[in-house]
């Protein structure tokens, strides 16, 4: 799956011609693309990861194969920084945005994890760039579970392949 997502993903990063993007760090259970982020690194395009900041907000920092990371306190995988951009410093300034999820429906629609983090980035009213979540094959499925704070995703990126809502 790692060498596939990792194809998958540098495909849509050099279709969207992406100088920055912004990536998650992968925890245990999620699409493993830290190669991909390598790689990406190599190749000279800057990566920002999100780092929590309160049970609101997030910054985003710059990653780098060799920062030290941390488990947040939610136990997801960070850069031991201190300081980071704001969402509304960073996002407009993308090309291109990764997100994690637990599923994505047929129509874009995103199962995060239940705290809200890159729905509140998402709809903070500030432009930003194609946003895609990044799953494993079988957490692409015909529909999720949706409130009104969710907010769509442009594309899903799997194993198997990349599909555009």
Avoid: C
Wanted: aromatic share 6%; hydrophobic share 40%.
């Amino acid at each position: 799956a790692q060498e596939q997502l990792t194809l998958e993903l540098l495909t849509l990063v050099a279709s969207h011609g992406a100088r920055r993007i912004a990536a998650f760090l992968p925890s245990d259970t999620e699409p493993p693309i830290s190669e991909f982020l390598e790689l990406t690194h190599d190749q000279g395009v800057e990566i920002l990861v999100p780092r929590v900041v309160d049970e609101s907000s997030m910054t985003w920092v710059l990653y780098h194969p060799d920062h030290d990371q941390v488990r947040s306190r939610l136990g997801v995988p960070e850069i031991a920084a201190t300081t980071g951009m704001t969402t509304e410093d960073a996002l407009p300034r993308l090309d291109l945005l990764l997100v994690p999820a637990a599923a994505v429906d047929s129509r874009g629609m995103r199962l995060g994890w239940g705290k809200g983090y890159y729905d509140r980035a998402l709809s903070s009213g500030e432009a930003h760039p194609p946003v895609y979540a990044v799953v494993f094959d079988d957490e692409l499925v015909d529909e999720v579970p949706t409130e009104s704070h969710d907010q769509p995703v442009d594309g899903v990126v799997t194993p198997s392949g990349t599909r555009v809502f």
